[in-house]
T-cell receptor
Framework: SQQGEEDPQALSIQEGENATMNCSYK?????LQWYRQNSGRGLVHLIL?????REKHSGRLRVTLDTSKKSSSLLITASRAADTASYFC?????????FGKGTSLLVTP | KAGVTQTPRYLIKTRGQQVTLSCSPI?????VSWYQQTPGQGLQFLFE???????NKGNFPGRFSGRQFSNSRSEMNVSTLELGDSALYLC?????????????FGPGTRLTVT
């Protein structure tokens, strides 16, 4: 399977706090992507990290990748209410994504 | 630049009927992928079209089919609808095939089969 398994399933924090979610996968990968889905903006690509990278940043997002443990983590710093969404990781090719149940993040004011 | 558009946004059909969903990709994008999203199975890849040819296919029965036109617009068809086909159908476009490339998703078509 090329889908990741996100953990925790649900996360509730207050605005300004950091949110960390994890992803585990089973097969060797070339890259791993994180996506976000909410009712307002739909499904949106966040960040892609290649297998030879260990860490990548994009704005308030920080993604790490540990290929030896087949795991990745997504850190959102200084969370905002607008970050409330489901977050998914996937290791499939760009055109054929398979998502699991994701991590449901709730950011309260 | 306009985003990916999908029509219709909502649809209610009866078991046994067929349905056609439409997707217009971002201008200049030539690859269109279709996905089915359900609470139980998550988001699953249906198929991908590039330059009017189906390049990749997921693990779905033959009742699910699609096509792509010369302007890159795509349609997917589901024949002999079953209750389990109730789902959010998303299409996504990217400028080329292969990968990894960021995919841009449309808002989806919510299909309810009764």
């Amino acid at each position: 399977s090329q889908q990741g398994e996100e953990d925790p399933q649900a996360l509730s924090i207050q605005e300004g706090e950091n949110a960390t979610m994890n992803c585990s996968y089973k097969t060797s990968i070339n890259n791993l992507q994180w996506y976000r889905q909410n009712s307002g903006r739909g499904l949106v690509h966040l960040i892609l990290i290649r297998s030879n990278e260990r860490e990548k940043h994009s704005g308030r997002l920080r993604v790490t990748l540990d290929t030896s443990k087949k795991s990745s983590s997504l850190l959102i710093t200084a969370s905002r209410a607008a970050d409330t969404a489901s977050y998914f990781c996937t290791t499939g090719p760009g055109y054929a994504l398979n998502f699991g149940k994701g991590t449901s993040l709730l950011v309260t004011p | 630049k306009a985003g990916v558009t999908q029509t219709p946004r909502y649809l209610i059909k009866t078991r046994g009927q067929q349905v056609t969903l439409s997707c217009s990709p971002i201008s200049g994008h030539r690859s269109v992928s279709w996905y089915q999203q359900t609470p139980g199975q998550g988001l699953q890849f249906l198929f991908e079209y590039f330059s009017e040819t189906q390049r990749n296919k997921g693990n779905f029965p033959g009742r699910f089919s699609g096509r792509q036109f010369s302007n890159s617009r795509s349609e997917m068809n589901v024949s002999t609808l079953e209750l389990g086909d109730s789902a959010l159908y998303l299409c996504a476009s990217s400028w080329t095939t292969g990968g990894p490339y960021e995919q841009y998703f449309g808002p989806g078509t919510r299909l309810t089969v009764t």
